[in-house]
């Protein structure tokens, strides 16, 4: 293989399915109301990305959830309501997953393209492996197959490490990281990729920062889409994304410009 770039490792939810990432918000909105503890959707967002353990984790920590889960149960949340939490919400992602798993737009031809160039597609995802059983099939009949699927749990350490990565890439077979391009929709995954050394391209208008799905995003007036994709491609800036995209039917023009900048020598961090 000649092409500069090796490999492109992609997030699922916002990012290759599920307009909007609306799948995780539905579970845990459903789950936390359960537990007589309801979320804004803007508290749900605000870890997206993260193992679905560490996001539930983090839910909790937050000062108002904390405080209502205290008054509700008589007691600060510990590591056994995480884990309830967490068991309950791995069947309700499964069925969330299952009603949000249409590829984005682009999405295939992007594969093809990727495919034709002879670059190797990886994948990691927040979504455990019992998460993702219903998804992968309807993904392959949409025309998306990656070669390495990295679910959360399958490392010892979830984003923002960079430990799910490295195995996709160990699995794919292709070194350095700097050779390899990490595409996601959260800041958390963006900084999976600044830690494992890889060129990262963030998603604004698809993903978790704007949060609608296709129809919906289409359908704001102009000055509210452009406001809200700005505030989305702000966060993904901060976060130290290398490129910010609307989605991944824009991606190859920056796959090609990352290819020339590593023939020319430079790295991500440069």
């Not at 002879?118 to 309807?138: H, Q």
């Not at 595409?183 to 963006?190: E, K, N, S």
């Given at each position: 293989m000649t092409f500069p770039v090796k490999a492109v490792v992609l997030d699922w939810a916002g990012t290759m399915i599920d307009h909007g990432s609306r799948a995780p918000v539905i579970a845990l909105l459903a789950v936390f109301a359960d537990a007589g503890v309801p979320l804004s959707e803007a508290e749900a967002r605000v870890d997206m990305g993260r193992a679905k353990r560490d996001h539930i984790r983090a839910i909790l920590a937050m000062p108002r959830v904390a405080e209502h889960w205290h008054g509700v149960h008589g007691a600060a949340p510990t590591e056994h309501d995480v884990t309830r939490l967490h068991d309950a919400v791995e069947p309700m992602m499964q069925?969330?997953?299952?009603?949000?798993?249409?590829?984005?737009?682009?999405?295939?031809?992007?594969?093809?393209?990727?495919?034709?160039?002879?670059?190797?597609?990886?994948?990691?995802?927040?979504?455990?492996?019992?998460?993702?059983?219903?998804?992968?099939?309807?993904?392959?009949?949409?025309?998306?197959?990656?070669?390495?699927?990295?679910?959360?749990?399958?490392?010892?350490?979830?984003?923002?490490?960079?430990?799910?990565?490295?195995?996709?890439?160990?699995?794919?077979?292709?070194?350095?990281?700097?050779?390899?391009?990490?595409?996601?929709?959260?800041?958390?995954?963006?900084?999976?990729?600044?830690?494992a050394g890889a060129w990262t391209v963030g998603l604004a208008a698809s993903g978790n920062g704007v949060g609608l799905d296709h129809a919906a995003l289409l359908a704001l007036a102009p000055d509210d889409r452009t406001r809200r994709v700005a505030e989305a491609t702000a966060a993904l800036r901060a976060a130290g994304a290398n490129y910010v995209i609307d989605s991944v039917a824009d991606l190859w023009p920056v796959i090609d410009a990352i290819a020339k900048r590593i023939e020319a020598g430079e790295t991500p961090a440069a």
């Open positions: 069925g969330a997953a299952k009603q949000c798993a249409t590829l984005i737009p682009g999405a295939v031809a992007l594969i093809e393209k990727l495919r034709e160039t002879g670059i190797k597609i990886g994948s990691c995802t927040g979504y455990t492996r019992p998460m993702m059983v219903d998804i992968l099939p309807m993904a392959a009949a949409q025309g998306y197959t990656p070669d390495v699927v990295i679910c959360s749990g399958e490392t010892l350490a979830g984003r923002p490490s960079p430990l799910m990565l490295w195995k996709a890439l160990v699995e794919l077979g292709v070194w350095p990281a700097s050779a390899c391009i990490k595409v996601d929709d959260a800041t958390v995954g963006i900084g999976e990729g600044r830690s």
